[in-house]
T-cell receptor, first 115, second 113 residues
Framework: SAVISQKPSRDICQRGTSLTIQCQVD?????MFWYRQQPGQSLTLIAT?????????ESGFVIDKFPISRPNLTFSTLTVSNMSPEDSSIYLC????????????FGSGTRLTVV | GENVEQHPSTLSVQEGDSAVIKCTYS??????FPWYKQELGKGPQLIID?????GEKKDQRIAVTLNKTAKHFSLHITETQPEDSAVYFC????????????FGAGTRLTVKP
């Protein structure tokens, strides 16, 4: 399965600032997914990022707040903009897992705390 | 859209006992059901999955069963060990649309030595 490197692993940020999270995959993948996991909660899909096109956002998430880049088939970034304490969560990228059925492989996550 | 419910939210067992986690789904078109294990400070890791054309699948101490008619599936862990302690998530997906995976709320399993 794919190996994902996600950075940073954690950060503490001031409200009103922005943080960009990077996701690097060791193989080319068509679709990359960004999830949010609020403390003690399940995973919620933020958006799907395909290379060469704009990301597709789920209900409740907008591009101005969570801009996404997908410059090539192995890399993506998610920016959390104009942060507030409510944005404190774990953010995870994931990709399809060729050879593992249709399951996803997840990065280790970015634990964001907004103060 | 799909709605996945998972029970129980917490489960505590003695080492060596079995643990069962149950999920139900709402969309009869869902045909792929993975289970993920998430340890503290890590991302979810796929541990087993099952497709809708199969009723049961085993991998060593882990098994998953699927009842398509009732739209529920379960994770069974036998001979539990302390290292099985983690949060487990079930999910359901239409296999043709990889951005349509929905997760259950999670079960925190604690295995007491």
């Amino acid at each position: 399965s794919a190996v994902i490197s996600q950075k940073p692993s954690r950060d503490i940020c001031q409200r009103g600032t922005s943080l960009t999270i990077q996701c690097q995959v060791d193989s080319q993948v068509t679709m990359m997914f960004w999830y949010r996991q609020q403390p003690g909660q399940s995973l919620t899909l933020i958006a799907t990022a395909n290379q060469g096109s704009e990301a597709t956002y789920e209900s409740g998430f907008v591009i101005d707040k969570f801009p996404i880049s997908r410059p090539n088939l192995t890399f993506s970034t998610l920016t959390v903009s104009n942060m507030s304490p409510e944005d404190s969560s774990i953010y995870l990228c994931s990709v399809e897992s060729p050879g593992r059925g249709d399951g996803y492989t997840f990065g280790s996550g970015t634990r964001l705390t907004v103060v | 859209g799909e709605n996945v419910e998972q029970h129980p939210s917490t489960l505590s067992v003695q080492e060596g006992d079995s643990a069962v986690i149950k999920c139900t789904y709402s969309d009869s078109a869902s045909n792929y059901f993975p289970w993920y294990k998430q340890e503290l400070g890590k991302g979810p890791q796929l541990i087993i999955d099952i497709r809708s054309n199969v009723g049961e699948k085993k991998d060593q101490r882990i098994a998953v069963t699927l009842n398509k008619t009732a739209k529920h599936f379960s994770l069974h862990i036998t001979e539990t060990q302390p290292e099985d302690s983690a949060v487990y998530f079930c999910a359901a997906m239409r296999g043709t649309n990889n951005n349509d995976m929905r997760f259950g709320a999670g079960t925190r399993l604690t295995v007491k030595p």
